[in-house]
Nanobody, 123 residues
Framework: VQLQASGGGLVQPGGSLRLSCAASGRILSISAMGWYRQAPGKQRELVATITSSGSTNYADSVKGRFTISRDNAKNTVYLQMNSLKPEDTAVYYC??????????????????WGKGTLVTVSS
């Protein structure tokens, strides 16, 4: 099983990017999905989370600018980022709470991290 994040890159202030994170493997269920970020020299912080029923939670710094969504059929979570600011520059990581099959046994794991994708906001 793995999480594959994509969509990062270089964007000018005020621009937009859409991040995707696809889960693959023998997945049984995914409850919470989320995005976190870590800027240089700073601790990793919550950006947004979404439950299996679609309830969302956002960091105050991104409310009104970022939108998290998920496609349960594709086991994918998205982060639409608009009105980007230089302070949004960071490595963005997806995170899930899920259950999957490993060696024919069900395994449930919280806080599983994918590899990050770099977002740079600069003119």
């Amino acid at each position: 099983v793995q999480l594959q994040a994509s969509g990062g890159g270089l964007v000018q202030p005020g621009g937009s990017l859409r991040l995707s994170c696809a889960a693959s493997g023998r997945i049984l269920s995914i409850s919470a999905m989320g995005w976190y970020r870590q800027a240089p020299g700073k601790q990793r912080e919550l950006v947004a989370t979404i439950t299996s029923s679609g309830s969302t939670n956002y960091a105050d710094s991104v409310k009104g600018r970022f939108t998290i969504s998920r496609d349960n059929a594709k086991n994918t979570v998205y982060l639409q980022m608009n009105s980007l600011k230089p302070e949004d520059t960071a490595v963005y990581y997806c995170n899930v709470d899920w259950c999957y099959v490993e060696y024919d046994n069900p395994v449930c794991q919280a806080d599983y991290w994918g590899k990050g994708t770099l977002v740079t906001v600069s003119s």
